[in-house]
Structures are given as C-alpha cells and as structure tokens.
C-alpha cells in the first residue's frame, strides 16, 4: 500500500512526541517507520519532507514579508488550497499563532504534500510540527493539538 507523505508525517509526530523521549536520528525514524510497515520509497519521501522544513525553518536568511503585507496566492496556490484553507491560513497569522515567516513556510510544505487539495486538518497538522519545537511556541502547539482532536470552533473546519 501506498501511503501519503502526510500519513507517515501524522505517524511520526505521534511517536516522537509521546513515545520517544530524546529526539532520535534520522535512523532511528526510519527504523522506527520500517517496524511499522511503511514502504522505504514512502518514509525517504516523508523524511525529505521532514529535513526540508526543519532546514526551511533554521535558514536565518529567509526573510519575514512585513506583518501589514497582504499574501496575493497564486493560481496554482488556489487550486491546492481552496478557500477555507487559505482562510484559516490568514486566521492562524492574525491571531498570531504563526508569524508571516512561517506561514511562508507553512504554504511552501503544504504544496510539497502529494495531496491534491489540502484541508484545514492537513494545514493543522503541518502548522502544528513546525510550531512543535519553536521556543515560546509551546502555548499554540497545545491549541493545535487541542483543535485536531475536538475541533477549533472555526466555521473553516467543516
């Protein structure tokens, strides 16, 4: 079976943050996604996927758009990410729970995912690693884990 990047991303998150209690290698991952059944040619993608945000976000030359500037999307940004998701894309940067950087980055990894439409739980879950590990992010990790679990309220999530 073939399973989706998103999948295998979902699977690991899970074990590295309530199963593992150091922060393994790369080996260790694949190791562990192997003992789960995944296909090697699904977890290397998922682990490129992983290494790239985790390189996007230690890149200090990325710059940040300014916090006023308003985000055009692209045709081709449209047609993966319809309304409800951009949309809560806007609601995350607003309410402050990513800062326009990251939202960048967000938008550059939910393109990456071999989906063809994205929904607002995959923008949860993308949203929710790259906040996982930021310092003073601890408080919107636990919302967007609190929001995949029971809903967020928001009209976007139907």
Known sequence: MKYKVLDILVYLFDYLVYEKKTRPSIEEMQEELNEAGFAEKDIDRALVWLIDLNDLQADVMIKA?????????????????????????????KMGVIDTRLREIIIQKLLALDEDIISVNEVKWVTLMAVYNRPGQEANAVWLERSLVGGSGFAADH
């Open 65 to 93: 758009p300014s916090s006023k500037a308003i985000r055009v999307f692209t045709e081709k940004e449209k047609e993966k990410l319809p309304t409800a998701t951009r949309g809560f894309i806007y609601q995350l940067t």
